[in-house]
């Protein structure tokens, strides 16, 4: 298994997937204390048109909160980006019939999917972590340093768990499907369904959807307990993901 | 010690869909021969590989490797074959070292081993000194590394499926020449519709027709039980030939079947040998010169063939 690992990372750093995965997380980072720090400046350039139409601007006053609005609004870019990359993780390797020889080599199936599974949410909790959330938080600390933020890192390990969620989706729909497009198109649709659930207001604490609301923490508006069973929900829906994923794709045909 | 068979399968099935690809295939290959499995595209020798390899699920029948079963999904008998695909793809970020190492190190081989033994087999098929990316490779050369890698974990069944097919000449020589060396050390069981790949390195054959083995055992066994007892008769002069094919062609009183066919322009297959004497009485009546007389070989081609039309 360590050596389908060390595939796995040499493919990631030899293709450059890996490089550009790192470019456009800290581009990410980047991104949300950048928009924050420059909001006045826009408005400054703007004030006249907007007043034209009969708006008054009056002081704009950003801080280290404006950045953390930042962060959560832009948070699905970085899942999306993880997500078009992982989506060929097994089905590229279906395509090209390079899973054949290995497995004709002795490697069994489970640890071939454990590695992929391993990889991928490793990928994804490294980048996530170190340069969405390092980046913004570096740059948020360095301009608004008084400022003080609660909670933050709760909310920022919730999304992360999203993340993870979906990626779980992913993965599970790499096992059935024959390319990424499928892949995609299955993750959508579950993403959808859970989507109109989530109007229903009696099942919002449950959906995974609510983990995406961390910025209520940090400004007060939901507590600790109300992520409790979303976490568990999500916590659960990946461990069932990863064993059905594992059921299926040891019948599947390579 | 006995011979003992590599693999044996008996009673294969296996139906996609509505169509029933292999229907009870029976096939023996004994040990440290190079077997030939000979069929036409689609007669399911492909199927039959990739069920013996666990690829494919079977619908009856059972597949023995090294007297264990083999079974589909994670097939413990997998360890005693190295596998050669007809298209054999790679990780194409890898040099064929580092691919080795990464198929050495998933089969468990201990890392000294995997060094000297690759080092080895990219020698045998010679690609020792290929320092690039498997990216650039010419299917030749992945044909090549296709084997280097079956043999690296020294397997007791070599499965090679077509692995010539798709090869120029020299290409393909060379691909049976690193065949013909692996032989020392292993069983091959290779598939392919090339006959004459066939005759220069096969000790056994099977040929798989609509599903089924129609014919299998050695290859002066095949040849001889078809041993056809036709003559060809090529003539001088070509107007000889028309005028033997307007007397013998038609057979006597338009009873019997044409004794006379024309093979090729001046040249006339004679099927029946006991009207042999006639005919030369005839031509020496007639002083028709003849430039060439002699008894027909089968070739694997003419068998291969009479043994699909039944």
């Known amino acids: 298994m360590r050596a389908f690992l060390k595939k796995e990372w040499m493919e990631m750093t030899r293709t450059g997937k890996l490089l550009i995965l790192c470019i456009l997380f800290i581009m990410f980072g980047i991104m949300n204390p950048a928009i924050a720090k420059l909001t006045p400046w826009i408005m400054e350039m703007m004030k006249e048109s907007i007043e034209e139409s009969g708006f008054v601007i009056g002081k704009v006053t950003v801080n280290a909160m404006t950045s953390w609005t930042q962060y959560y609004k832009n948070a699905f870019m970085p899942v999306l980006v993880i997500v078009l990359m992982s989506s060929g993780v097994l089905t590229n390797e279906y395509q090209s019939g390079t899973l054949v020889q290995v497995v004709t080599k002795g490697l069994s199936r489970r640890k071939i999917l454990l590695s992929k599974m391993i990889s991928v949410y490793c990928t994804w909790t490294v980048l996530y972590m170190a340069l969405y959330f390092g980046v913004t938080y570096v740059y948020t600390i360095y301009f608004w340093s008084e400022d003080k933020v609660e909670d933050l890192f709760a909310g920022i390990i919730f999304y992360w768990l999203m993340g993870m969620f979906i990626l779980a989706l992913v993965l599970l729909f790499s096992t059935i499907a024959n390319n990424g497009g499928q892949v995609l198109m299955g993750t959508g649709i579950v993403y959808m369904v859970l989507f109109f659930l989530n109007y229903v207001p009696k099942l919002q604490k449950f959906l995974p959807f609510r983990l995406m609301d961390g910025l209520q923490l940090t400004m007060g508006s939901l507590k600790m307990e109300d992520f409790i069973p979303a976490l568990i929900t999500s916590s659960v829906s990946i461990v069932v993901c990863g064993m059905i994923s594992i059921v299926l794709f040891d019948k599947r045909r390579l | ?310």
């Open chain 2, 1 to 310: 010690m006995h011979k003992m068979n590599v693999l044996e399968i008996s009673g294969l099935e296996k139906r996609f869909g509505e169509k029933q690809v292999l229907r009870g295939v029976e096939l023996t290959v004994p040990e440290k021969k190079v077997y030939g499995f000979v069929g036409r595209n689609g007669a399911g020798k492909t199927t039959t590989m990739k069920i013996t390899l666990g690829l494919l699920e079977a619908d009856a029948g059972t597949v023995k490797v090294c007297g264990e079963s083999a079974h589909y999904g994670n097939t413990k008998t997998n360890r005693f074959i190295g596998y050669l695909p007809d298209v054999p793809e790679y990780y194409s970020f890898m040099t064929p070292m580092e691919y080795l190492k990464f198929c050495g190190e998933i089969t468990g081989l201990p890392a000294k081993e995997i060094k000297t033994r690759s080092e080895e087999m990219l020698r045998l098929v010679g690609l020792g000194e290929e320092k690039r990316r498997i990216k650039g490779f010419s299917r030749g050369m992945k044909q090549r590394l296709g084997i280097a890698q079956a043999l690296l974990g020294r397997p007791k069944l070599l499965i090679c499926d077509e692995p010539t097919s798709a090869l120029d000449p020299l290409g393909r020589k060379e691909i049976l020449d690193v065949l013909v060396a692996a032989k020392e050390e292993t069983t091959i069981l290779f598939s392919t519709h090339v006959l004459s790949d066939v005759e220069h390195i096969c000790d056994e054959m099977a040929l798989l027709n609509d599903g089924k083995i129609v014919m299998q055992g050695s290859i002066e066994d095949v040849k001889k039980k078809r041993r056809s007892n036709a003559m060809e008769i090529e003539l001088e002069k070509a107007s000889d030939a028309e005028e033997m094919l307007r007397v013998f062609g038609k057979g006597q009183q338009n009873k019997e079947p044409q004794m006379l066919t024309v093979l090729r322009p001046g040249t006339l297959l004679l099927g029946e040998p006991s009207m042999q004497p006639e005919i030369l009485r005839y031509m020496a009546d007639h002083e028709i010169a003849f430039a060439r007389m002699e008894k027909r070989e089968a070739t694997l081609e003419d068998i291969f063939l009479e043994a699909i039309k039944e």
